[in-house]
């Protein structure tokens, strides 16, 4: 469901707050043009993420889930001049339309996409040392969340900061008896939160262009050295 003044409201802060910006319209024609999925964050909500990447300083960010790249650029242009984002993303087609995008944007020599299942990606960057992160965006592969906080454990730099979308999934985060594998994914994954020491969390309901949904919002206290991450097995969709 999205209501009319939801999309309205959105536009205004739009308009107003991000203005025009030739390089994310090129991403959604691009990615539109390609029958991506609409699903990409708002204008409004890439500023936001921005921000938050800006404002903690990030100087490496792991994102799973690229799709066209849009996500992407708003924390890209985040990063100094040395920083560094490495994506990931398991459609091939969805990562050619990104590195385009990113070419487009200038953004190339800032953003590396890794092409596969992440939970496949993730013990090769443990094992190249390429991090630790200090800022991490979860926006795909929602069955698989609880396995993949454990690996922004292990990644993360002191003081890292988490932010994972689509956490409310238009109310039905609250349905404790859902078959819904996205909705499992996501409960294990907030029970894990719930007590984890070394984690700070909130999250917030969001309304707008993209219907009713919200953000998780987190912060890594103490992260963990300890060897890969066993508990939290792979789920298949």
């Known amino acids: 469901m999205v209501e009319p003044v939801w999309t309205e409201i959105d536009s205004y802060f739009e308009k107003k707050l991000v203005g025009a910006d030739p390089a994310l319209a090129a991403c959604l024609r691009a990615s539109a043009d390609a029958n991506l999925p609409d699903i990409q964050v708002s204008p409004v909500q890439g500023r936001l993420l921005h921000l938050i990447a800006k404002l ?24 100094p001049p040395d920083g560094k984002l490495i994506t990931l993303e398991i459609d091939p087609k969805h990562a050619d339309v990104a590195r385009s995008n990113l070419d487009h944007a200038g953004l190339s020599d800032k953003v590396e996409i890794r092409l596969g299942p992440a939970l496949d990606s993730l013990p090769k960057i443990a094992s190249e040392g390429a991090g630790p992160f200090d800022m ?32 409310v999934r238009h109310g039905s985060v609250v349905d404790a008896s859902s078959e819904d594998s996205s909705v499992r994914g996501l409960r294990e994954m907030i029970d894990a939160l719930a007590s984890e020491r070394r984690v700070t969390a909130t999250a917030i309901q969001t309304v707008g262009r993209k219907g009713y949904d919200g953000f998780l919002l987190a912060q890594i206290d103490a992260p963990s050295r300890e060897k890969a991450p066993s508990a939290a097995p792979r789920r298949r969709t």
């Open 56 to 79: 903690h300083g990030a100087r490496r960010i792991l994102e799973v889930g690229t799709l066209g790249g849009y996500s992407a650029i708003c924390l890209a242009r985040a990063l």
């Open 136 to 167: 991490f965006f979860l926006d795909a592969d929602r069955p698989n969340n609880r396995a993949y906080l454990d690996w922004v454990l292990r990644l993360s730099a002191p003081g890292a900061v988490l932010v994972i979308d689509n956490v």
